[in-house]
């Protein structure tokens, strides 16, 4: 989601971590394999995270999300609709271009960080 799949289409040169959609079964496992984990704020859903050997990125993995951010508006939420509508690129499945272009221009809209419209701005001429 986010901004790997925006590297994963060229639109972003480099990243800093990479946040995965996975079921909650599949988070369960991350953790039993030793990934850490935490809660970020209270109410939020627990994030599970490791370091990638070799290279400066964190993988972040959810299985569900905040409600501060808009990402209830989509049926079943965000995680419901990343799965539904995910798409194969470049070997790697990843939310559509489409669908993350929605989320950005709602948080962009929101003010929630100025990242987003900047990233709204690309998605829209790539898509065009």
């Known amino acids: 989601m986010g901004s790997g799949a925006m590297y994963l289409h060229g639109l972003r040169e480099e990243i800093g971590d990479i ?3 996975v079921t909650p079964g599949k988070w369960g496992e991350l953790v039993e ?3 850490d984990w935490e809660t970020p ?4 859903p ?3 995270a490791t370091d990638i050997d070799g290279i400066d990125v964190r993988l972040n993995a959810f299985f569900d ?3 501060r951010h808009g990402y ?3 049926e079943g939420g965000i995680v419901q609709a990343a799965f539904t509508h995910r798409e194969f690129f470049k070997g790697v499945y990843c939310q559509p271009m489409w669908q993350l272009l929605k989320w950005k221009e709602w948080l962009a809209d929101n003010n ?3 990242k987003h419209g900047v990233d709204s701005a690309a998605i ?3 898509l065009a």
Do not use: T
Request: neutral net charge; aromatic residues 20%; proline residues 4%.
């Open 41 to 44: 704020k209270a109410g939020d």
């Open 46 to 48: 627990p994030i599970a």
């Open 65 to 67: 999300w905040d409600k």
């Open 112 to 114: 929630v960080h100025a």
């Open 33 to 35: 394999k030793g990934w």
């Open 72 to 74: 209830s508006q989509f």
């Open 124 to 126: 829209r001429e790539y």
């Open 19 to 21: 946040d995965l959609f």
